[in-house]
T-cell receptor, first 113, second 113 residues
Framework: GNSVTQMEGPVTLSEEAFLTINCTYT??????LFWYVQYPGEGLQLLLK?????DKGSNKGFEATYRKETTSFHLEKGSVQVSDSAVYFC????????????FGAGTQVVVTP | NAGVTQTPKFQVLKTGQSMTLQCAQD?????MYWYRQDPGMGLRLIYY???????DKGEVPNGYNVSRLNKREFSLRLESAAPSQTSVYFC????????????FGPGTRLTVT
């Protein structure tokens, strides 16, 4: 079945540092890939997506590139802010799974001033 | 627009008690979902409803039942709560199975003692 593996947290960074969160996946066919973000006390919200190989999703300074050859979708941001402190989830939507998302375990990111 | 709303926000139950978690969306979405979030395990799909009048099991349906009351509302019922059901429960909605984005409610934190 489909699965998503992402790096464990927490990841603690200073403001303006570079952030990378690794995500790899297992799926048949060509899934769509997503990063969702959960701020404290809130539900998840879509951060960015990529629907085919080599696509780059971007939003709010975050980027991730769909790499079919390495089955990866790593999230990056060049200069983090305290407001980026949250839990980040990598997810996929398979071509063989009606509407259903497979989420990773989540990575907590803590940015200190 | 309120988006996706959930009630209650917090609940403590004793083993064997029953309760219903309520979810409503005001975005005229066709599909709705119930997830549970456990530490280190990400989000797991409990049940989903592709459209009004239909429901189907997700990854972890045992111990739960759902009702799609109308297009707006999708409830989750625990008939006889167990400590293993201690979790944070999220409701989500989307335009339909083909949609790339799910919209999440703020969650219900349930503790079963």
């Amino acid at each position: 079945g489909n699965s998503v593996t992402q790096m464990e947290g927490p990841v603690t960074l200073s403001e303006e540092a570079f952030l990378t969160i690794n995500c790899t996946y297992t799926a048949t066919g060509y899934p769509s890939l997503f990063w969702y973000v959960q701020y404290p006390g809130e539900g998840l919200q879509l951060l960015l997506k990529a629907t085919k190989a080599d696509d780059k999703g971007s939003n709010k300074g975050f980027e991730a590139t769909y790499r079919k050859e390495t089955t990866s979708f790593h999230l990056e941001k060049g200069s983090v802010q305290v407001s980026d402190s949250a839990v980040y989830f990598c997810a996929l939507k398979g071509t063989d799974s009606w509407g259903k998302f497979q989420f990773g375990a989540g990575t907590q990111v803590v940015v200190t001033p | 627009n309120a988006g996706v709303t959930q009630t209650p926000k917090f609940q403590v139950l004793k083993t064997g008690q029953s309760m219903t978690l309520q979810c409503a969306q005001d975005m005229n979405h066709n599909s709705m979902y119930w997830y549970r979030q456990d530490p280190g395990m990400g989000l797991r799909l409990i049940y989903y409803s592709a459209s009004e009048g239909t429901t189907d099991k997700g990854e972890v349906p045992n111990g739960y039942n759902v009702s799609r009351l109308n297009k707006r509302e999708f409830s989750l019922r625990l008939e006889s709560a167990a400590p293993s059901q201690t979790s944070v429960y999220f409701c989500a909605s989307s335009d339909g199975p083909g949609s790339y984005e799910q919209y999440f409610g703020p969650g219900t934190r349930l503790t079963v003692t």
